[in-house]
């Protein structure tokens, strides 16, 4: 279970600050001693001798002054350096973090109560190994969250360090948790003489006790809880995402070629809808974890567009991250852009569908904007019912991705979309293809206007050549070019589904009620059994994202307080004040849009099974026609 965003405050952490300082100057901790071990490090090394005879190992109270080890490393100098007295000052904010995050952990859990229970009175039988099981996780959590602040906040330069002592792992309370965190950098600073070489030390112990932590996770019982959780702490900048051991600022710049709308030749209602996409997901409330359009109704979370090659889908694709990153940077927002293609299918078993499951988690991260895109997905993921031509990986990501889009625990936020892209889109598994919410065709450039423009974007600058009578682009502007996509609808393109339309309208007229609308996507599902309820619901989605078909104003994304940084009730509301009313004309245009999409699968796929017939047949007869010539000739042998 996903608990959400819970974000730290500084009061949260004020109350315990206090006794993390007093911890750096003096605490005592009971450790257990390994007396094989010498005193003496070997020369060159801060490795110890271990003595081959086995002894028993002996329990001793260690009394650890961390301040006074970071002044022993300039001993003529009374005060700390700059360097150490952000070590100090970075040590004692994380287990202060770290004792807030285990508060957190207490408040959704029962611990809280327990240990007011606890206060009154002693604990006993079941109840009591209860609070004991979770008071041990907290301690856990306590000093995982304050290792991984420190380790955020620790530069990563200085010298190798490979030779790190045992992490001091004690888990019976918080504070003993943090003592041992406390303790095991102590140790790893012990004979520091620079600050270069004390910053290394620190940053190398730090993930080896990360390290050593993560192997023991699964030891505790309700851990679950912990890796559901999402701590955000604004102040530093920290983010931790249960038992995620990754600097949660570390993430890479996105390389891409963006293009602007203008220079997405054609594909008029694939550019409408992908723009609107762009602007629909900086809706959303990072607070709240919820996006306006998803209560609203319309939201694209899904979709596939589909096209030749050289229609221009990879255009597409990076119009839209660009769209979204240009709105990100604008917002102050995180932005991750994930391509999903062959390389990360795997001759592992279940390493492909472990690559997907992780590409699908990175896009749907709640703190950012996503958008993943799967390009040629008919040769990433596997049509089920052709087992016979597909790999085992095939098969895996097939799985996962149907699950991750409308699965029994897909959640849907609004922060991010999934676009699958390809040139054969029968190819596709059904039920994949069917969980794409939009249907986009990539048809590329189609009108005189069209072919001018894309031949004078692509020719460049480079030239004195006179452009003519022509308006440069007017005819890419995106409302108006779709406005007259949109009225073609109105009367389908396909043969298919023109064949069942006008028999409808021979039949019952024109459709004045909703009674009309349900003949006639009766009539569909009979000729094409691929209309599905899924369909029509894919269908209702775009229509209602239609009702907002006014597109959302420019001025709002100029700056990030006219919209984006408004509270989520403020956008419900800005956005309620486009919305049109749902028309007969809208409903003809998106059923004609989505139903023409299934068709055009369907005679696709249809052509290529005749078309390997007839291919098959040809072969037969030239080897029946060869074979006779040889028998001719007496040189067939058979």
Same mark, same amino acid.
């Given at each position: 279970?996903?608990?959400?965003?819970?974000?730290?405050?500084?009061?949260?952490?004020?109350?315990?600050?206090?006794?993390?300082?007093?911890?750096?100057?003096?605490? !005592?901790?009971? +450790?257990?001693?390994?007396?094989?071990?010498?005193?003496?490090?070997?020369?060159?090394?801060?490795?110890?001798?271990?003595?081959?005879?086995?002894?028993?190992?002996?329990?001793?109270?260690?009394?650890?002054?961390?301040?006074?080890?970071?002044?022993?490393?300039?001993?003529?100098?009374?005060?700390? #350096?700059?360097?150490?007295?952000?070590?100090?000052?970075?040590?004692?904010?994380?287990?202060? +973090?770290?004792?807030?995050? /285990?508060?957190?952990?207490?408040?959704?859990?029962?611990?809280?109560?327990?240990?007011?229970?606890?206060?009154?009175?002693?604990?006993?039988?079941?109840?009591?190994?209860?609070?004991?099981?979770?008071?041990?996780?907290?301690?856990?959590?306590?000093?995982?969250?304050?290792?991984?602040?420190?380790?955020?906040?620790?530069? /990563?330069?200085?010298?190798?360090? !490979?030779?790190?002592?045992?992490?001091?792992?004690?888990?019976?309370?918080?504070?003993?948790?943090? &003592?041992?965190?406390?303790?095991?950098?102590?140790?790893?600073?012990?004979?520091?003489?620079?600050?270069?070489?004390? #910053?290394?030390?620190?940053?190398?112990?730090?993930?080896?006790?990360?390290? /050593?932590?993560?192997?023991?996770?699964?030891?505790?019982?309700?851990?679950?809880?912990?890796?559901?959780?999402?701590?955000?702490?604004?102040?530093?900048?920290?983010?931790?995402?249960?038992?995620?051991?990754?600097?949660?600022?570390?993430?890479?710049?996105?390389?891409?070629?963006?293009?602007?709308?203008?220079?997405?030749?054609?594909?008029?209602?694939? &550019?409408?809808?992908?723009? &609107?996409?762009?602007?629909?997901?900086?809706?959303?409330?990072?607070?709240?974890?919820?996006?306006?359009?998803?209560?609203?109704?319309?939201?694209?979370?899904?979709?596939?567009?589909?096209?030749?090659?050289?229609?221009? &889908?990879?255009?597409?694709?990076?119009?839209?991250?660009?769209?979204?990153?240009?709105?990100?940077?604008?917002?102050?927002?995180?932005?991750?852009?994930?391509?999903?293609?062959?390389?990360?299918?795997?001759?592992?078993?279940?390493? !492909?569908?472990?690559?997907?499951?992780?590409?699908?988690?990175?896009?749907?991260?709640?703190?950012?904007?996503?958008?993943?895109?799967?390009?040629?997905?008919?040769?990433?993921?596997?049509?089920?019912?052709?087992?016979?031509?597909?790999? /085992?990986?095939?098969?895996?990501?097939?799985?996962?991705?149907?699950?991750?889009?409308?699965?029994?625990?897909?959640? +849907?936020?609004?922060?991010?979309?999934?676009?699958?892209?390809?040139?054969?889109?029968?190819?596709?598994?059904?039920?994949?293809?069917?969980?794409?919410?939009?249907?986009?065709?990539?048809?590329?450039?189609?009108?005189?206007?069209?072919?001018?423009?894309?031949?004078?974007?692509?020719?460049?600058?480079?030239?004195?050549?006179?452009?003519?009578?022509?308006?440069?682009?007017a005819n890419q502007n995106i409302?108006?070019?779709? #406005?007259?996509?949109?009225?073609?609808?109105?009367?389908?393109?396909?043969?298919?589904?023109?064949?069942?339309?006008?028999? +409808?309208?021979?039949?019952?007229?024109?459709?004045?009620?909703?009674?009309?609308?349900?003949?006639?996507?009766?009539?569909?599902?009979?000729?094409?059994?691929?209309?599905?309820?899924?369909?029509?619901?894919?269908?209702?989605?775009?229509?209602?994202?239609?009702?907002?078909?006014v597109e959302l104003p420019d001025?709002?994304?100029?700056?990030?307080?006219?919209?984006?940084?408004?509270?989520?009730?403020?956008?419900?509301?800005?956005?309620?004040?486009?919305?049109?009313?749902?028309?007969?004309?809208?409903?003809?245009?998106?059923?004609?849009?989505?139903?023409a999409s299934e068709f055009r699968?369907?005679?696709?796929?249809?052509?290529?099974?005749?078309?390997?017939?007839?291919?098959?047949?040809?072969?037969?007869?030239?080897?029946?026609?060869?074979?006779?010539?040889?028998?001719?000739?007496?040189?067939?042998?058979?």
């Amino acid at each position: 279970m996903d608990i959400g965003l819970t974000t730290l405050s500084e009061n949260d952490i004020a109350g315990h600050i206090g006794i993390m300082q007093a911890m750096l100057e003096r605490a !005592s901790i009971v +450790v257990t001693e390994d007396r094989s071990r010498s005193a003496t490090e070997l020369a060159g090394t801060r490795r110890r001798f271990v003595s081959t005879v086995s002894t028993a190992p002996q329990r001793q109270a260690r009394d650890i002054r961390f301040l006074h080890r970071l002044q022993a490393i300039h001993p003529d100098d009374t005060l700390l #350096t700059p360097e150490e007295h952000a070590l100090a000052y970075k040590l004692r904010r994380g287990m202060a +973090v770290g004792h807030a995050v /285990a508060d957190v952990f207490a408040r959704q859990t029962e611990l809280e109560k327990l240990q007011q229970q606890n206060r009154a009175g002693a604990l006993g039988g079941e109840t009591a190994q209860r609070f004991h099981t979770l008071q041990n996780t907290a301690a856990f959590v306590a000093a995982f969250t304050a290792a991984r602040f420190v380790l955020d906040a620790l530069p /990563a330069n200085g010298e190798s360090q !490979s030779d790190q002592p045992d992490p001091i792992l004690q888990f019976d309370t918080v504070r003993d948790a943090l &003592k041992g965190f406390v303790a095991t950098l102590d140790e790893a600073l012990e004979g520091a003489d620079s600050d270069a070489v004390m #910053t290394s030390r620190a940053r190398a112990a730090t993930q080896h006790f990360l390290q /050593a932590l993560s192997a023991r996770a699964r030891r505790f019982d309700e851990i679950g809880t912990f890796e559901a959780m999402h701590i955000r702490l604004d102040a530093d900048d920290f983010t931790l995402d249960g038992l995620e051991t990754g600097p949660s600022k570390a993430t890479k710049p996105l390389t891409m070629s963006f293009k602007k709308p203008h220079e997405v030749v054609g594909n008029h209602i694939a &550019k409408h809808q992908a723009v &609107k996409l762009s602007k629909m997901l900086m809706a959303y409330d990072f607070d709240r974890q919820m996006n306006p359009f998803v209560e609203l109704g319309g939201f694209i979370f899904t979709f596939i567009g589909d096209g030749f090659p050289g229609t221009g &889908k990879t255009t597409l694709i990076q119009m839209i991250a660009g769209l979204m990153h240009e709105y990100s940077l604008i917002g102050g927002y995180r932005f991750h852009y994930q391509n999903f293609g062959v390389d990360q299918i795997s001759s592992y078993q279940g390493k !492909s569908g472990q690559n997907c499951r992780a590409f699908i988690d990175a896009v749907l991260e709640p703190r950012s904007i996503g958008f993943g895109t799967i390009d040629d997905i008919d040769q990433v993921a596997a049509k089920r019912s052709d087992a016979n031509n597909t790999s /085992a990986g095939q098969q895996e990501i097939t799985a996962v991705l149907m699950d991750a889009f409308s699965g029994a625990n897909t959640v +849907v936020r609004g922060n991010c979309s999934f676009g699958m892209f390809s040139n054969y889109p029968e190819m596709v598994d059904d039920a994949l293809r069917q969980r794409a919410g939009a249907r986009w065709l990539v048809d590329g450039p189609q009108s005189r206007e069209d072919y001018v423009d894309i031949f004078t974007l692509l020719l460049g600058g480079n030239h004195n050549l006179q452009l003519g009578d022509h308006e440069l682009y007017a005819n890419q502007n995106i409302q108006r070019a779709a #406005t007259e996509a949109y009225g073609d609808l109105l009367v389908p393109q396909e043969d298919g589904l023109k064949q069942v339309f006008d028999h +409808v309208m021979a039949v019952n007229g024109s459709p004045q009620t909703l009674a009309d609308i349900g003949r006639y996507l009766h009539a569909i599902k009979q000729a094409q059994p691929r209309f599905t309820g899924r369909a029509i619901k894919n269908v209702t989605d775009a229509i209602k994202m239609r009702a907002f078909d006014v597109e959302l104003p420019d001025e709002w994304f100029e700056t990030p307080g006219q919209f984006m940084h408004r509270s989520y009730d403020d956008k419900l509301a800005m956005i309620k004040e486009l919305q049109s009313p749902i028309t007969m004309e809208m409903v003809l245009q998106e059923i004609n849009r989505y139903a023409a999409s299934e068709f055009r699968y369907s005679d696709k796929s249809d052509e290529a099974a005749t078309e390997k017939i007839l291919r098959e047949q040809r072969v037969r007869e030239r080897a029946a026609r060869e074979m006779e010539q040889l028998k001719r000739d007496g040189q067939w042998n058979a």
